[in-house]
């Protein structure tokens, strides 16, 4: 045991730790080319502290560290809202084809016509997924795109001469850069309750809308796993009042092949491709955020959107153009194109049944869930969900003072990545566990997982302190997480 203890020990250490004088990992060949001028004096250091180890250590440092990383690859990761599914290699090798990878977005366009028939084919694809008239794929994020859908609808009141739309309502089941992406756009934000159903409430929409109403930012499903049986009475009330209804599309895997969000009256939907779309997602990015609008927002669309030009012998070109009226540019050239070529290969490989299928599995898999921990976790909302199921931790806190954090923490243990907790925000949900299991997982992995949690419920009752001090076979146990996010250490000290 302990010489086991002092391996784990060694993997542990930090390169410098390692490092012993006069060891090296390279050897540099005489310089062939003439010298540069040093830079001015006061930039430069006489000494900078590096580490001195030999090829093999570094080899073996960072082998170690990959292997405290946990991702999808490695086991069940139930992060809800974040869809940590399983990304099919075939897109990734299909976005390293070398016409893809290769080639760089200042190039003529005349040199690049099968990258942009790619991007054109995918807004296409996507507009008639989500039922509405356009779309722009040039958004990096959701957070981007939801700055899109508020940019454009201030462009579209004020191209009416309506400058006294300044307020945004949104409920509170949304997802939390909603609120942030109104701002930004320079609109004042209101929260609306969710009623006891999780459904937003009408009563208190009736009293919000009046004329200075700019939109509505509407979740669908919401950050409840479930959704709105009030939608078509809320897009009516918010388009009576002369707003724009938008929808947060980051929770597509739910919907797809069953709704058309454009059909039920919104007016510009986004959809998170690295989440929906299979572009790996995680640690910052990268991502894509497509954006789709009804008739009316068509001329405010980001630029650049491709369009395609038929001539009369039937040759198709594709081009790079901005809308007459677009609120401009996003990001930096087309957006993330490798994320494009990945979502546009996943959804030519499934088709339109494969489509559907997404949403059927998820939806089946969270409902799955929720019926087998039905009685062991509390449930906000016993209904039928969608995607993902929100479960609360409040009566084993109550009864045992074991915490929603103190599960997930306990969860690592298992092998198993924590949900997302206290999200719905505490004022929603208290002590919430938000779990998407996604469409890709198996019966038996979620056979596992409930099982998992059941015995993590028992070990409250019987052993709080065994959660309270979780994890337990982690490098590091629990940290300060609100020190780790404020106020990283990012660099060693000896």
Not at 166 to 186: M, Q
Not at 244 to 253: E, P, R
Request: charged share 20%.
């Amino acid at each position: 045991m302990t010489l086991l203890r002092s391996l784990e020990e060694q993997k542990r250490q930090l390169l410098m730790d390692r490092s012993a004088a006069g060891r090296v990992g390279t050897t540099f060949v005489p310089l062939d080319v003439p010298k540069t001028k040093l830079p001015d004096e006061n930039l430069l250091r006489d000494q900078l502290e590096m580490p001195e180890v030999s090829e093999s250590e570094i080899v073996r440092y960072f082998s170690q560290l990959s292997q405290f990383n946990f991702s999808i690859d490695h086991n069940f990761y139930p992060l809800g809202s974040c869809t940590m599914k399983y990304n099919p290699k075939l897109n990734d090798e299909m976005a390293g084809l070398a016409g893809f990878s290769e080639i760089h977005p200042l190039q003529p366009d005349e040199t690049v016509q099968g990258a942009l028939r790619i991007i054109w084919h995918l807004q296409e694809m996507l507009t008639e997924i989500m039922g509405m008239a356009g779309a722009n794929v040039s958004p990096k994020a959701g957070a981007e795109s939801e700055l899109a859908g508020m940019l454009m609808a201030r462009a579209y009141h004020l191209s009416r001469g309506d400058t006294g739309r300044k307020k945004v309502l949104i409920p509170d089941s949304a997802h939390g850069t909603n609120p942030a992406s109104a701002v930004v756009a320079g609109f004042h934000v209101v929260s609306l309750p969710t009623n006891d159903n999780g459904d937003t409430d009408i009563e208190a929409l009736k009293v919000a809308v009046g004329p200075d109403l700019a939109g509505f930012m509407l979740t669908q499903p919401s950050t409840l796993g479930i959704f709105d049986t009030n939608l078509l009475e809320v897009v009516q009330i918010v388009r009576e009042a002369g707003g724009v209804v938008y929808g947060d599309g980051a929770n597509l895997n739910a919907l797809l092949g069953k709704v058309k969000l454009g059909e039920l009256g919104f007016d510009v939907v986004h959809s998170n491709l690295h989440k929906t779309f299979t572009q790996p997602h995680g640690g910052g990015g990268p991502g894509a955020g497509a954006v789709m609008v009804s008739e009316r927002l068509l001329p405010f669309l980001p630029t650049p959107t491709v369009k395609k030009e038929t001539a009369e012998d039937g040759t198709e070109k594709f081009s790079l153009f901005t809308p007459p009226e677009s609120v401009g540019r996003l990001s930096p050239f087309h957006g993330n194109f490798g994320a494009l070529v990945r979502a546009y290969a996943y959804i030519r490989t499934l088709g339109n049944q494969g489509v559907s299928q997404i949403s059927e599995d998820a939806v089946i898999n969270a409902n799955y869930l929720l019926t087998q921990l039905r009685g062991t976790f509390d449930l906000p909302h016993d209904r039928h969900c969608k995607h993902e199921v929100v479960l609360s931790a409040k009566s084993l806190k109550d009864a045992h003072g074991t915490d929603a954090k103190d599960i997930c923490k306990r969860l690592i243990d298992y092998g198993i990545h924590p949900p997302t907790m206290y999200f719905p925000l505490p004022n929603v949900v208290e002590e919430s566990l938000l779990i998407e299991p996604t469409e890709t997982e198996s019966k038996e992995t979620l056979d596992q997982f409930i099982m998992v949690m059941k015995a993590i419920a028992k070990e409250a009752e019987e052993n709080p302190d065994l959660l309270h001090d979780a994890p337990h076979d982690t490098p590091n146990t629990r940290l300060d997480e609100a020190q780790a996010a404020r106020k990283p250490v990012l660099r060693w000290k000896g």
